[in-house]
């Protein structure tokens, strides 16, 4: 679970700005061009900026000025909480950290400081050496005990996607490769709580040209009687829906974080609402509308001016 996140210096957010996301579902509310979108692109650039394991600081393209900018979130790990951070203009990482917290207690993992580094463990000192000025220590050593939890939930452990739509590919990989047909009871409950009438659907994959694609059914009922709709025909809604459910019980069963941007441009108040309901105490949603809704979730407001 996201806990906080601090930015200074990065897209719009000039000044120091804190989110404090600690509840399992978080809406990040605002109007157009507010900022919504860019605390998630942030936490994507660091992620990608962890997983290349490249000499290079990509984040610093969305700098808002040339002094240095800064990050910092703090999560929680199987029961562990933990806080990393670093800043960095173009040219090299002026500061890097990470800590964890026994019984509120803050423990050093360690620092950096003009590549200077601090460690707890003298064994991680002989891994720092050669160490590029703009390359993070984290993406560097990644799989030694502290280090690892940390490394693994920034990339592995928390899910962005800044346009839902892009779902709907790499969720029909997931029916496909439900053979069991686990997915399903799930997928249609889910529309029944919506008082949609699906009550079966079939999937095929299909040679495309040189490519591979899907045929997808969903089987109506109505007045007792039964009708087949292929997936084009179906409203954009319940296309969507099928597509983002899936990431959503993957998020939930493994305790992941989950971020969806800009969920109530393609779906309705009474969808969310079904969607934040799953999310009851296990997992992180984190999503952003432009409309304040009647929800239960942690309400965080975006001032366009910040």
Do not use: W
Not at 9 to 14: I, M, P, Q, V, Y
Not at 209 to 229: E, L, P, Q, V, W
């Amino acid at each position: 679970m996201i806990i906080e996140v601090i930015l200074e210096n990065l897209f719009s957010f000039k000044d120091k700005i804190t989110f404090n996301m600690n509840s399992n579902i978080v809406n990040i509310n605002g109007s157009n061009n507010s900022g919504k979108s860019n605390l998630f692109k942030i936490l994507n650039f660091v992620s990608l900026m962890l997983r290349n394991k490249v000499n290079n600081i990509p984040l610093t393209t969305y700098m808002y000025n040339k002094n240095f900018c800064k990050f910092e979130i703090t999560f929680l790990k199987e029961n562990t909480k933990y806080t990393y951070g670093f800043s960095c203009n173009s040219n090299k990482i002026d500061k890097e950290y990470l800590y964890y917290y026994s019984k509120d207690e803050k423990n050093l993992v360690y620092k950096r400081e003009d590549n200077k580094f601090t460690f707890k463990d003298k064994k991680l000192k002989s891994l720092s050496k050669g160490i590029s000025d703009n390359r993070l220590f984290l993406s560097y050593v990644n799989d030694y005990d502290k280090l690892k939890d940390a490394y693994t939930f920034l990339t592995v452990n928390i899910g962005i996607c800044l346009d839902i739509k892009t779902l709907i590919e790499p969720a029909f990989k997931i029916y496909e490769k439900d053979v069991n047909n686990k997915l399903k009871p799930y997928i249609i409950d889910f529309y029944k709580r919506l008082n949609i009438n699906i009550i079966d659907y079939n999937i095929k994959s299909i040679i495309i040209g040189n490519g591979k694609g899907y045929s997808t059914k969903f089987k109506h009922t109505s007045d007792n009687k039964n009708y087949i709709i292929d997936y084009g025909d179906e409203s954009l809604s319940n296309r969507i829906v099928f597509a983002i459910i899936p990431f959503i019980l993957m998020a939930k069963e493994e305790g992941k974080v989950l971020i969806l941007d800009d969920l109530d441009s393609l779906l309705d108040n009474k969808i969310i609402s079904e969607i934040i309901n799953i999310f009851n105490n296990k997992g992180q949603l984190i999503f952003s509308s432009r409309n304040t809704y009647d929800l239960n979730c942690k309400l965080i407001m975006i001032d366009s001016k910040k």
